[in-house]
C-alpha cells in the first residue's frame, strides 16, 4: 500500500486536471445553450401572454413585453452592423483620451434607434407643413407669378453658366439636372428670376425664357437664323410697326417670330416654304410661342403670320395684289425668286439675305448682273459676337486679389521695424481674431478674357435696294 500511495496520488491529479480543461472546453457551449434555451423560452412567454391576454380582452398588459422585445430586437439589429475603422480603434481607447468629435460621434451610436425612426417619420410632416403655409408673395404693378403652361429657363450659374434648360410648366413635372431635382409644384406661384434649391442642395435660377431664348432652345427642323443675324436684319430692312413683310424660307420659325414681333398687330408677315416637314415645324413652334406669351402677360400674341407651303419660284398668285415694304430670303438659291419678288416691293425698300458661306453669295451677285434686276448691293457684311469674361481677380483660397502700390525706401524701413514691434507685441500677449476688411472700391484688380465659348461663323447678310432706273 505503502509503494502505491504515490501513484494514487498522481492519478487523482491528473483526473482533476482533465476534469477542469474539459469544464473550460464546455463552458461556452453550455452558455452558448442556455441562451438559446433561455430565448425560446422568452419568445415563448411574450406569445403566450400575447395570447392570453387576446382570449381574455384585456390589451393593457400586452403591450411592455412586446415593445421590450422591439427594443432588443433593435439592440441585436444595432449590434450586427459592422463597426467602422474609427468606432474600432475609438472603442479600445479610454475617454480621456478621445476627442470631443470622437466622443460625440460614440455617444449617437449609443442612442436608442426608437428615437432616430421617430425622428425620421416626423421630418416629413414638418416640412409638407412648410409647405402648406407658404405666405402668399407680393407683386408689384404689372407683374404676375408663374403658372403652368408658362416656357421657363433654368441655369446652374457659378463662375460661368454650366447649365442651362428650356422647359414648360406642367402638373406633376420635375425639372432633372446633374444638380438635383425641382419639382415643377414648387415653382408655381414664385416670382420669376430666382434661385430655387434642388433635391442636392444646388440652387438653381429660374427665369422667364425670353424670345432669344426661345428662339435658340425650341425644336428645330433646319438651322435658324440667330438672334444677332436677325437683329441685323431687321435694322437693315428698316421693319416697323404696321409694314407687309415677305419671309422665304420659314425654317423652325425664328425668323417669323422676329417680324411678327417688328410689325405689331397691325402689319402681316407672308412666310412661304417649301418642305412639308419645315412649313408644319415653323407653324407649332410660332403657336407654341403665342400659348407662353398668353399666360405671362394674359394678352394676346399678334396673330399676324400666315404660314404657306409653296415654290416662291411660282407662287406669282400668291403675292398677286401685294405690295411689301420688305423681304427677308433664306434660302440656297435666292437669284431664282428674285424676278418674281422685285415687282412687289416698294421702290426704295430693302431685300435682304441670309446665305451660309461665300460661295452662295457669289452666285447671288453673279445672278443680278444677268439678271439686270433694279437692286443695288449696298453692303455683304459678317456679324460677329465675341463674349467676353470680366471678374475681380481670385486667389487660389478664394479670397480677392489686392492693388498693391509702390512702397517708397523709406515707407519701407518703417514698415519693417513696426513689423518687428508687433511680433514682438504678439509673442508676449495673446492671438486675437481680427475680422477681415471688405477691400474699398477701386482696390481690387479686375481680369478681362475672350470667353471660351464662342459663337462661330453663321451667315453672310446682303442688303439688296431696289431703286428706279
Given at each position: 500500500m505503502?509503494?502505491?500511495a504515490?501513484?494514487r496520488?498522481?492519478?487523482?491529479?491528473?483526473?482533476?486536471s482533465i476534469?477542469?480543461?474539459?469544464?473550460?472546453?464546455?463552458g461556452?457551449?453550455?452558455?452558448?445553450?442556455?441562451?438559446?434555451?433561455?430565448?425560446?423560452q422568452?419568445?415563448?412567454?411574450?406569445t403566450?401572454?400575447?395570447?392570453?391576454?387576446?382570449?381574455?380582452?384585456d390589451?393593457?398588459?400586452?403591450?411592455?413585453?412586446?415593445t421590450?422585445?422591439?427594443?432588443r430586437?433593435?439592440?441585436?439589429?444595432?449590434?450586427?452592423?459592422?463597426?467602422?475603422?474609427l468606432?474600432?480603434?475609438?472603442?479600445?481607447?479610454?475617454?480621456?483620451?478621445?476627442?470631443?468629435?470622437v466622443?460625440?460621434?460614440?455617444?449617437?451610436?449609443?442612442?436608442?434607434?426608437?428615437?432616430?425612426?421617430?425622428?425620421?417619420?416626423?421630418?416629413?410632416n414638418?416640412?409638407?407643413?412648410?409647405q402648406?403655409?407658404?405666405?402668399?408673395?407680393?407683386?408689384?404693378?404689372?407683374?404676375?407669378?408663374?403658372?403652368?403652361?408658362?416656357?421657363?429657363?433654368?441655369?446652374?450659374?457659378?463662375?460661368r453658366?454650366?447649365?442651362?434648360?428650356?422647359?414648360?410648366?406642367?402638373?406633376g413635372?420635375?425639372?432633372?439636372?446633374?444638380?438635383?431635382?425641382?419639382?415643377?409644384?414648387?415653382?408655381?406661384?414664385?416670382?420669376?428670376?430666382?434661385?430655387?434649391k434642388?433635391?442636392?442642395?444646388?440652387s438653381?435660377f429660374?427665369?422667364?425664357?425670353?424670345?432669344?431664348?426661345?428662339?435658340?432652345?425650341?425644336?428645330?427642323?433646319?438651322?435658324?437664323a440667330?438672334?444677332?443675324?436677325?437683329?441685323?436684319?431687321?435694322?437693315?430692312m428698316?421693319v416697323?410697326?404696321?409694314?407687309?413683310?415677305?419671309?422665304?424660307?420659314?425654317?423652325?420659325?425664328?425668323?417669323s417670330?422676329?417680324?411678327?414681333?417688328?410689325?405689331?398687330?397691325k402689319g402681316?408677315?407672308?412666310?412661304?416654304?417649301?418642305?412639308?416637314?419645315?412649313?408644319?415645324?415653323?407653324?407649332?413652334?410660332?403657336?407654341?410661342?403665342?400659348?407662353?406669351?398668353?399666360?405671362?402677360?394674359?394678352?394676346?400674341?399678334p396673330?399676324?403670320v400666315?404660314?404657306?407651303?409653296?415654290?416662291?419660284?411660282?407662287?406669282?398668285?400668291?403675292?398677286?395684289?401685294?405690295?411689301?415694304?420688305?423681304?427677308?430670303?433664306?434660302?440656297?438659291n435666292?437669284?431664282l425668286?428674285?424676278?418674281?419678288?422685285?415687282p412687289?416691293?416698294h421702290?426704295?425698300?430693302?431685300c435682304?439675305?441670309?446665305?451660309?458661306?461665300?460661295?452662295?453669295?457669289?452666285d447671288?451677285?453673279?445672278?443680278?448682273?444677268?439678271?439686270?434686276?433694279?437692286?443695288?448691293?449696298?453692303?455683304?457684311?459678317?456679324?460677329?459676337?465675341?463674349?467676353?469674361?470680366?471678374?475681380?481677380?481670385l486667389?487660389?483660397?478664394?479670397?480677392?486679389?489686392?492693388?498693391?502700390?509702390?512702397?517708397?525706401?523709406?515707407?519701407?524701413?518703417?514698415g519693417?521695424?513696426?513689423?518687428?514691434?508687433?511680433?514682438?507685441?504678439?509673442?508676449?500677449?495673446e492671438?486675437?481674431?481680427?475680422?477681415?476688411?471688405?477691400?474699398?472700391?477701386?482696390?481690387?484688380?479686375?481680369?478681362?478674357?475672350?470667353?471660351?465659348?464662342q459663337?462661330s461663323?453663321?451667315?453672310?447678310?446682303v442688303?439688296?435696294?431696289?431703286c428706279?432706273?
Amino acid at each position: 500500500m505503502a509503494v502505491h500511495a504515490p501513484f494514487r496520488l498522481l492519478l487523482v491529479r491528473r483526473l482533476v486536471s482533465i476534469c477542469t480543461s474539459s469544464q473550460r472546453r464546455s463552458g461556452p457551449k453550455d452558455g452558448l445553450v442556455k441562451l438559446s434555451t433561455s430565448g425560446r423560452q422568452t419568445r415563448t412567454f411574450s406569445t403566450a401572454a400575447v395570447k392570453r391576454n387576446d382570449n381574455e380582452g384585456d390589451t393593457s398588459d400586452s403591450s411592455p413585453p412586446s415593445t421590450e422585445l422591439t427594443f432588443r430586437q433593435a439592440l441585436l439589429s444595432k449590434r450586427r452592423r459592422p463597426l467602422s475603422p474609427l468606432e474600432r480603434v475609438s472603442g479600445l481607447l479610454p475617454r480621456d483620451a478621445l476627442s470631443p468629435e470622437v466622443t460625440q460621434l460614440r455617444e449617437q451610436n449609443q442612442t436608442e434607434p426608437g428615437e432616430d425612426a421617430n425622428t425620421r417619420a416626423e421630418e416629413p410632416n414638418t416640412s409638407a407643413c412648410h409647405q402648406e403655409e407658404r405666405p402668399p408673395l407680393s407683386t408689384l404693378p404689372g407683374e404676375s407669378l408663374l403658372t403652368f403652361g408658362e416656357l421657363l429657363v433654368a441655369e446652374c450659374r457659378r463662375r460661368r453658366v454650366e447649365f442651362r434648360k428650356m422647359f414648360q410648366l406642367q402638373a406633376g413635372g420635375r425639372l432633372q439636372s446633374s444638380w438635383g431635382i425641382v419639382l415643377h409644384e414648387d415653382m408655381v406661384g414664385q416670382h420669376a428670376g430666382r434661385f430655387l434649391k434642388t433635391s442636392m442642395g444646388v440652387s438653381i435660377f429660374i427665369r422667364r425664357a425670353s424670345l432669344e431664348d426661345y428662339v435658340l432652345y425650341m425644336k428645330r427642323g433646319p438651322a435658324i437664323a440667330y438672334p444677332k443675324d436677325a437683329a441685323t436684319m431687321l435694322m437693315m430692312m428698316d421693319v416697323t410697326e404696321g409694314d407687309s413683310v415677305l419671309e422665304s424660307g420659314s425654317g423652325s420659325g425664328a425668323m417669323s417670330l422676329f417680324l411678327s414681333r417688328a410689325v405689331g398687330s397691325k402689319g402681316s408677315v407672308l412666310s412661304v416654304e417649301i418642305r412639308e416637314d419645315h412649313h408644319r415645324r415653323a407653324a407649332l413652334n410660332y403657336q407654341r410661342w403665342r400659348s407662353s406669351w398668353r399666360l405671362r402677360r394674359g394678352e394676346e400674341w399678334p396673330d399676324n403670320v400666315q404660314f404657306h407651303r409653296a415654290d416662291l419660284g411660282a407662287a406669282s398668285p400668291l403675292l398677286a395684289g401685294r405690295g411689301l415694304h420688305a423681304v427677308a430670303l433664306d434660302m440656297i438659291n435666292p437669284q431664282l425668286v428674285l424676278p418674281n419678288v422685285v415687282p412687289h416691293l416698294h421702290p426704295g425698300a430693302v431685300c435682304a439675305v441670309y446665305l451660309a458661306n461665300i460661295t452662295q453669295v457669289i452666285d447671288l451677285l453673279e445672278g443680278l448682273r444677268c439678271s439686270a434686276l433694279p437692286l443695288l448691293c449696298e453692303r455683304i457684311i459678317e456679324v460677329p459676337v465675341r463674349v467676353w469674361a470680366v471678374g475681380p481677380a481670385l486667389q487660389k483660397d478664394g479670397r480677392y486679389c489686392t492693388r498693391m502700390a509702390p512702397i517708397p525706401d523709406a515707407d519701407l524701413r518703417r514698415g519693417d521695424e513696426a513689423s518687428d514691434d508687433t511680433s514682438r507685441e504678439e509673442t508676449t500677449t495673446e492671438e486675437v481674431p481680427v475680422p477681415v476688411p471688405v477691400p474699398a472700391f477701386g482696390s481690387i484688380p479686375y481680369t478681362a478674357r475672350p470667353h471660351c465659348d464662342q459663337m462661330s461663323h453663321t451667315a453672310f447678310l446682303v442688303k439688296l435696294r431696289k431703286c428706279v432706273r
